[in-house]
């Protein structure tokens, strides 16, 4: 099943489903003590049930849009629940595109227990997790891209992350795929018109030129999604190198303070060790690794494999070599240049080799920190640029790179299998947006989201 095209709207987007005859309430914050707690009610009866809750001398279905109330909130019987505001927003002017009431309460969890089951006792019923920008998105307020942004914003634990979702959010990154697509349908429409009249003499117009600059375009969106992902979910960065290459000194010099036991006898870490810092505006778990070497210890044999094997999967790899000792080739497979930064370290110390292509580091000293940081922003975030949307999900690359391969294979074909190329690099531009996407995509999406968003 997919949900159907929208009909109007922002950015193309529009009703995608109607009949959402049910009215969902919730805690709208987090679970917890807090000076102000919000309880969200949503749909056809919000504002019928907020009248038998809001104690206050206006009624808030007699409340314009945009208002707010302040006055007791009651239980069936007339007991004072707590006193608050009443915020009265009607459709199709809210949150969710219906009519919506939240009350702003004291933010003790017995409060707001009790105004959600006063609540529920009226009618509604409890939002499921993400049900509220579910409806959103089924109402045409967003699109799926914007949606994924909420999650985004609420998630976000560095400026680079709440800076992208705010930009998703916008629609940023919906008009850039806008774009895109209506490039295609320009030139789907004249392959069309070519196919369907040839004895109307419509003119065979070049589509080299705007196939092209589609590849173009999408290459570009999709040179974001690693940066876009990397600041959303983090990064593992692994630190190998020999014993007493510096690896638990260099970490301790990028947190800023003693993780990690630093000694001068090799060996001295066994098993790894994670630590989480911010570096270049990406939420990164440096992992502190054995030292790589041949050995008889079978604890330490171990922690040697291990640490291959982290490297292996880590999202960027810090090579540390002791610049102060003779140079020695590593006994590990490494992965490809792309995912690693050379690191010469001890730089504090007489160098007794030199190589361009590693960076210098003390970490006593602090030499060389600042340019290895931005060396590890510039491997985790490439050249994506700092205004424009980022492709920030797997599901929304993935969309990308299938209709990137559509439109490659366009600019190879005739029209008429050339016009079919085109017409499924829409259809995976609309998944990408949400326009045109499985209802099992959608439910993975919103699976993410907490109760009360």
């Known amino acids: 099943m997919t949900h ?10 529009g009703p995608r489903r109607t009949g959402l005859a049910d009215t969902i309430a919730a805690v ?19 504002l019928r049930i907020a009248d038998e809750v809001f104690g206050g001398r206006r009624r808030p279905s007699r409340t314009p849009g945009g208002r707010f109330l302040f006055g007791p909130l009651r239980a069936e019987d007339g007991e004072l629940l707590d006193e608050g505001l009443c915020l009265v927003f009607r459709a199709p002017h809210s949150y969710t595109g219906e009519d919506v009431a939240e009350f702003q309460t004291h933010g003790s969890p017995a409060v707001l227990g009790q105004v959600l089951g006063r609540i529920l006792a009226l009618g509604a019923r409890t939002a499921r997790p993400g049900e509220f920008t579910l409806r959103a998105y089924l109402g045409g307020r967003l699109d799926l891209a914007q949606a994924e942004a909420v999650l985004g914003l609420v998630n976000a634990g560095t400026e680079t992350a709440r800076r992208q979702s705010a930009l998703g959010l916008s629609g940023a990154l919906g008009e850039r ?3 895109i697509a209506a490039g295609l349908t320009r030139t789907l429409a004249a392959i069309q018109a070519l196919l369907d009249y040839p004895e109307e003499g419509v003119p065979d117009e070049d589509r080299a030129a705007p196939l092209a600059e589609a590849e173009r375009d999408l290459r570009g969106l999709l040179g974001t999604a690693r940066a876009g992902q990397v600041s959303t979910r983090g990064a593992r960065l692994a630190l190998v190198g020999r014993p007493n290459a510096g690896k638990s000194s260099l970490l301790n010099a990028l947190l800023g303070y003693e993780r990690s036991i630093v000694t001068p006898i090799p060996g001295t870490t066994r098993d790894y060790l994670e630590a989480g810092v911010e570096l270049a505006g990406v939420p990164v778990t440096l992992v502190d690794t054995a030292g790589l070497r041949e050995t008889d210890d079978v604890v330490e044999a171990a922690g040697v494999r291990q640490a291959a094997h982290l490297a292996a999967h880590a999202d ?7 610049g ?23 730089a504090d110390l007489p160098p007794r080799w030199t190589d361009p292509a590693a960076l210098r580091v003390s970490a006593v000293t602090g030499a060389g920190l600042p340019e290895l940081r931005e060396a590890i922003g510039q491997a985790l975030l490439g050249d994506a ?5 980022w492709l920030t999900t797997e599901r929304q690359a993935d969309a990308a790179r299938r209709a990137l391969a559509h439109v490659g294979a366009a600019q190879t074909l005739p029209d008429d299998l050339a016009g079919f190329e085109i017409e499924e690099a829409l259809h995976a531009l609309a998944e990408l947006t ?17 109760v009360g968003k």
């Open 4 to 13: 159907p095209a929208p009909s109007a709207g922002p950015h193309g987007t």
């Open 177 to 179: 795929v806008a774009g």
């Open 316 to 322: 960027l790899v810090l090579v540390l070599e002791d």
């Open 28 to 46: 709208a914050t987090a679970p917890g003590h807090a000076g102000v707690g919000i309880v969200r009610v949503s749909g056809p009866d919000a």
């Open 324 to 346: 102060s000792a003779p140079r020695e080739a590593l006994p590990a497979e490494l992965p490809e240049e792309g995912r690693v930064i050379r690191v010469q370290t001890k």
């Open 385 to 389: 640029a700092r205004g424009e949307a």
């Open 434 to 450: 949400g326009q045109d996407v499985q209802e099992g995509v959608v439910d993975a999406v919103f699976r993410n989201f907490c």
